[in-house]
């Protein structure tokens, strides 16, 4: 079965702090880039942050300094951890495989930032 799962969103309060977890399984893990996405209500979904398969990463402007993307490739695991927390953050978080002929979504986690 080839799937993405993602875990480890819900309610946190600004300031605070989530990690993320998207594992991976029926994919040859190590050899994909692999990224996370959000999509706030009304918004379109917008890249947050990639870790290729060599290990090198990007972020969007609004989440660098924040948001730390790693993956651990003896898990079949990315990560997103997210620090520093603003509501602007809220959304929906999707990981992201960019596989040889297509892209492999998760089903997103809900991350919502409030007081």
């Known amino acids: 079965q080839v799937q993405l799962v993602e875990s480890g969103g819900g309610l946190v309060q600004p300031g605070g702090s989530l990690r993320l977890s998207c594992a991976a399984s029926?994919?040859?893990?190590?050899?994909?880039?692999m990224a996370w996405y959000r999509q706030a209500p009304g918004k379109q979904r917008e890249l947050v942050a990639v870790i290729s398969s060599g290990g090198s990463t990007n972020y969007a402007d609004s989440v660098k300094g924040r948001f730390t993307i790693s993956r651990d490739n003896a898990k079949n695991t990315a990560y997103l951890e997210m620090n520093s927390l603003e509501p602007e953050d809220t959304g929906v978080y999707y990981c992201?495989?960019?596989?040889?002929?297509?892209?492999?979504w998760g089903q997103g986690t809900q991350v919502t930032v409030s007081s």
């Open positions: 029926g994919i040859a893990f190590r050899a994909f880039d």
């Open positions: 992201n495989a960019a596989l040889a002929r297509s892209n492999l």
